[in-house]
């Protein structure tokens, strides 16, 4: 085999993403979710995981704090607040 | 998160609209996926050597050569009888779809193999710092289509690719956008359920290059369909099977929510040009929902 060889799957893990984030970050209020996974599902990072409602929450070491789930949420359960 | 097939750790940008599609397109797919890739974003998002965010064997090889590497990797596994139960994935931007790699990709749907191409379409040359390409749409502002005194931006219609994917009578093609994420995987898994050729080409908006706030790729997506720019529409074998219908909203909405059409904003004359093709469109496909269902 020639060329650049990556054997190990999924490795990008190594790259804790987390740290790009600027300014706000989601938090998930575990209030009013109805478990619709839209966050889930369109999260860019993947690193919102939840199994019934008002238990998704996403892996901080990850998130690039787009905010894109706080947008989607029907229920208004994410909120995006200020990085301490 | 080690149910999803692209893992955590790319390095796409915060709130990219491609990776969204990426993975709710290989979600779809399953584990028995082999992948192939075209040069872009998602190519070198995903694989920041020696790293890979991919969970599946995934190719890369040249700009322009996804199809046609795929096209080897499918005749390789049926000479070796594996290839019964694999899905296989090519893919790439709309650059090297529709400019660089179509006539690899065109003779990938002559020669009918059993591979799923995937277009990711970000309307432009999105990892080299937005150039224009076959794909962005009329009068978009980009480094090579700059607006000023002799233009006002991107001189060329968009490039009609799925009516070139439809006219070599494939069994499948369809356009689908991240504003609608369920719809996606839809049509992925009715793209694996026949045999032969499929390509579908997904809207998938760009924060950078489109110049609006990362959180709002879901909604811009949603707003190019929902006033006609970019019609939701399948082929099958040809024929024009489904449209997603719409209740056309005024492509001034779409256009305000983004710095690529700025300059726009100004020039009437100009927001009117684009709104005809919003309605060709809605003509063409018959989008239009009927006013008793609205």
Not at chain 1, 53 to 74: Q, R, S
Not at chain 2, 175 to 189: H, L, R, Y
Request: positive net charge; proline residues 6%.
């Amino acid at each position: 085999m020639y060329g650049p060889l990556i054997i190990k799957p999924g490795t990008s893990r190594n790259n804790k993403t987390g740290s790009w984030r600027v300014e706000l970050k989601p938090k998930f209020l575990q209030k009013d979710c109805i478990g619709c996974k839209m966050c889930a599902v369109i999260c860019p990072e993947g690193c919102i995981q939840g199994e019934a409602k008002n238990t998704y929450i996403c892996d901080y070491e990850f998130c690039k704090g787009c905010g894109a789930c706080a947008l989607i949420c029907p229920k208004k359960d994410i909120l995006m607040i200020k990085e301490e | 998160m080690k149910d999803h097939l692209f893992a955590a750790g790319h390095t796409a940008c915060s709130g990219c609209g491609q990776v969204m599609a990426a993975r709710l397109v290989i979600d779809a797919s399953g584990k028995n996926t082999v992948v192939v890739n075209n040069t872009g974003c998602l190519e070198v998002l995903s694989t920041k050597y020696p790293e890979s965010a991919w969970e599946i064997p995934w190719l890369h090889s040249l700009f322009e050569n996804a199809a046609a590497v795929a096209s080897g990797v499918e005749s390789g596994l049926k000479y070796l009888g594996k290839k019964e139960g694999t899905n296989i994935i090519a893919q790439g931007g709309d650059g090297s779809t529709a400019d660089i790699g179509l006539q690899a990709l065109s003779g990938m749907l002559e020669r009918g193999h059993d591979i799923l191409y995937v277009c990711y379409d970000n309307e432009a040359y999105m990892n080299t710092g937005v150039q224009r390409s076959g794909l962005t749409p009329f009068d978009t502002n980009t480094t090579t289509s700059p607006t000023g005194a002799l233009a006002v931006g991107n001189l060329r219609p968009k490039k009609p690719m799925p009516e070139i994917a439809a006219a070599h009578g494939i069994p499948y093609v369809a356009t689908a956008s991240v504003g609608f994420p369920q719809d996606i995987q839809k049509k992925v898994k009715k793209a694996f359920s026949v045999k032969g050729p499929k390509y579908i080409q997904i809207h998938v908006p760009c924060p950078l290059g489109w110049r609006y706030e990362p959180q709002l790729s879901i909604n811009i997506g949603k707003l190019a369909v929902e006033c006609g720019l970019y019609p939701l529409i399948e082929y099958e074998n040809g024929k024009l099977s489904g449209v997603k219908q719409i209740q056309p909203k005024p492509v001034e909405e779409y256009l305000k929510a983004q710095g690529r059409f700025k300059h726009l904003l100004s020039k009437p004359e100009e927001i009117k040009k684009i709104q005809e093709i919003a309605d060709s469109n809605i003509q063409k496909y018959g989008l239009k929902l009927p006013a008793a269902t609205g």
